[in-house]
T-cell receptor, first 115, second 115 residues
Framework: AQTVTQSQPEMSVQEAETVTLSCTYD???????LFWYKQPPSRQMILVIR??????QNATENRFSVNFQKAAKSFSLKISDSQLGDTAMYFC????????????FGGGTRLMVKP | GAGVSQSPSNKVTEKGKDVELRCDPI?????LYWYRQSLGQGLEFLIY????????KSGLPSDRFSAERTGGSVSTLTIQRTQQEDSAVYLC?????????????FGEGSRLTVL
């Protein structure tokens, strides 16, 4: 079974600064995907960024980037130039190939961006 | 509609009553998922439907929980004889197919409070 751990229940950052959210996972699989999802106060979760395990290059999506360390089973999310709209819960998630989009989620990190 | 629609948005019920939560996925999406999010916690997988295949019910916490999906579209999650520990936000998500992309499209959830 896979597990996903987010060790930071809450974090805060000043607007325009950079913040990094941590995620570790445990699996015996070699082929898998990792994700960061964002859940704003409206409760509707949206996908922020995705990383395929076989790719060594870290995924980036505008102000969002990841630091994927496969050997260490670590997958952190960096948010640059933080904006007030980034205030949300952030969930790290894991999925094995051919798992039918079945995601295993971490416990989440609540991020507050302060003006 | 344009997105995943869930109803009711909020439901307050008394312990021992039955409740039904509805999910209307994005048109054309063949896969549908139910997750439960307890206060301040991550997402717990409940059940997964894919097309006409038998659903994956491995996440249902007890036999008081059941779900069905009619005509491959709308899904209803039923909780019988509700208990206070059932209080949570129930999230529904859909995806186009078992493409392995990992991108789920979530509704805003149904917040259930059991008094």
């Amino acid at each position: 079974a896979q597990t996903v751990t987010q060790s930071q229940p809450e974090m805060s950052v000043q607007e325009a600064e950079t913040v990094t959210l941590s995620c570790t996972y445990d699996t015996s699989e070699n082929n898998y995907y990792l994700f960061w999802y964002k859940q704003p106060p409206s409760r509707q979760m949206i996908l922020v960024i995705r990383q395929e395990a076989y790719k060594q290059q870290n995924a980036t999506e505008n102000r969002f980037s990841v630091n994927f360390q496969k050997a260490a089973k670590s997958f952190s999310l960096k948010i640059s130039d933080s904006q007030l709209g980034d205030t949300a819960m952030y969930f790290c998630a894991f999925m094995t190939y051919n798992a039918g989009n079945m995601l295993t989620f971490g416990g989440g990190t609540r991020l507050m961006v302060k003006p | 509609g344009a997105g995943v629609s869930q109803s009711p948005s909020n439901k307050v019920t008394e312990k021992g009553k039955d409740v039904e939560l509805r999910c209307d996925p994005i048109s054309g999406h063949t896969a549908l998922y139910w997750y439960r999010q307890s206060l301040g916690q991550g997402l717990e997988f409940l059940i997964y439907f894919q097309g006409n295949s038998a659903p994956d019910k491995s996440g249902l916490p007890s036999d008081r929980f059941s779900a069905e999906r009619t005509g491959g579209s709308v899904s209803t999650l039923t909780i019988q004889r509700t208990q206070q520990e059932d209080s949570a936000v129930y999230l529904c998500a859909s995806s186009p197919a078992t493409s392995g992309s990992g991108e789920l499209f979530f509704g805003e959830g149904s917040r259930l409070t059991v008094l």
